[in-house]
């Protein structure tokens, strides 16, 4: 929901369900199974074959955690829901009480795809992904804002109630 304000415009954005990668979960249900059979090994089995079963434990621990990281990079700079409050050459993000804010530097450039937005640097590396705009006029709007353009009447609708 697109709200204009006198510095710019309140955008209520739309939470997209989250991509279904359970991957990492069941990495990480078969880690803590995997601590269990290392437990019951320890009291059952040889020292030495309870010292590998250890061993191949904290190995798939640090992939697990190798793999989080990745996933948590992979995500930064993805908005899909919150608010955003956009005036010109900068955004607040703000999203269950976490509020960020982000300033577009003079080399960024900011892209139009479809309903999304995407902000990348003077080296085009994905700095933000915007996404969960209701229309195709909020992301205009919004690219209009950030830009500091002028948009004219023909982004925004205007209804009227006759009595």
Not at 57 to 84: A, D, E, W
Request: glycine share 8%; net charge positive; with cysteine.
């Amino acid at each position: 929901m697109l709200k204009l304000t006198d510095e710019g415009a309140k955008i209520t954005l739309q939470d997209q369900p989250p991509a279904s990668d359970n991957g990492l979960f069941w990495f990480g249900t078969a880690l803590l199974i995997g601590a269990i059979a290392v437990a019951m090994a320890m009291s059952l089995l040889s020292e030495r074959l309870s010292i590998g079963a250890l061993a191949l434990l904290i190995v798939g621990c640090f992939i697990f955690n190798r793999k989080r990281q990745q996933r948590k990079k992979s995500m930064s700079g993805i908005i899909s829901s919150g608010v955003l409050w956009v005036r010109a050459g900068e955004l607040v993000h703000d999203h269950q009480g976490k509020r960020a804010a982000i300033t577009l530097n003079d080399g960024d450039k900011v892209t139009l795809f479809g309903e999304q937005l995407q902000i990348v640097d003077s080296n085009d590396n994905r700095k933000y992904h915007i996404s969960g705009f209701d229309n195709v006029q909020e992301a205009k709007a919004t690219k209009a804002i950030l830009e500091r353009t002028a948009f004219n009447k023909r982004h925004a609708n205007i209804k009227m109630n006759g009595d």
